[in-house]
């Protein structure tokens, strides 16, 4: 790799997240109940309120997961990466790396060791992501496409 690749966070991702993942959350339900206000009737309008609540919900986990990560750098290397919270770090080889995943809806990533563990996920808006996942898609088969 001819200049190091850092993935990280700007504060303007941050603030979106901290802030935007409650108030989804709140939408999410506080549209799930307006259908539920008046004695309730099947309507196109309630309808169309239930799948807009419970796809405001369906989103909600992605969105957590991405907190968790939240201060994470992840620092692409010849042999791997190295995910980094402050001044601990983690390195994986590219073999150690199990799997990988793309939520496309919510737009996340997200990288699973060996075991089936999570060990970083990362939202597209992310500085560097596109650089990175043509490098994933370089390095493995095409990534797994999620519609969640």
């Known amino acids: 790799m001819a200049q190091p690749l850092r993935v990280w966070n700007p504060p303007w991702v941050k603030a979106a997240l901290v802030l935007g993942v409650p108030v989804l959350g709140f939408l999410g339900l506080f549209v799930l109940r307006l259908p539920f206000d008046a004695p309730f009737h099947l309507s196109l309008r309630n309808a169309m309120l239930i799948g807009s609540g419970l796809f405001l919900l369906s989103v909600l986990p992605q969105g957590i997961v991405l907190l968790r990560f939240l201060n994470c750098e992840l620092h692409v290397e010849n042999d791997g990466v190295e995910i980094r919270?402050?001044?601990?770090?983690?390195?994986?080889?590219?073999?150690?790396?199990?799997?990988?995943?793309?939520?496309?809806?919510?737009?996340?990533?997200?990288?699973?060791?060996?075991?089936?563990?999570?060990?970083?996920?990362?939202?597209?808006?992310?500085?560097?992501?596109?650089?990175?996942?043509?490098?994933?898609?370089?390095?493995?088969?095409?990534?797994?496409?999620?519609?969640?």
């Open 85 to 148: 919270r402050g001044k601990v770090g983690k390195f994986l080889r590219w073999s150690e790396i199990g799997a990988v995943r793309v939520h496309g809806v919510s737009q996340v990533l997200k990288l699973y060791d060996r075991s089936g563990r999570l060990v970083y996920a990362v939202d597209f808006y992310a500085e560097n992501f596109h650089r990175f996942y043509e490098l994933l898609k370089r390095q493995f088969d095409p990534p797994r496409e999620n519609d969640g």
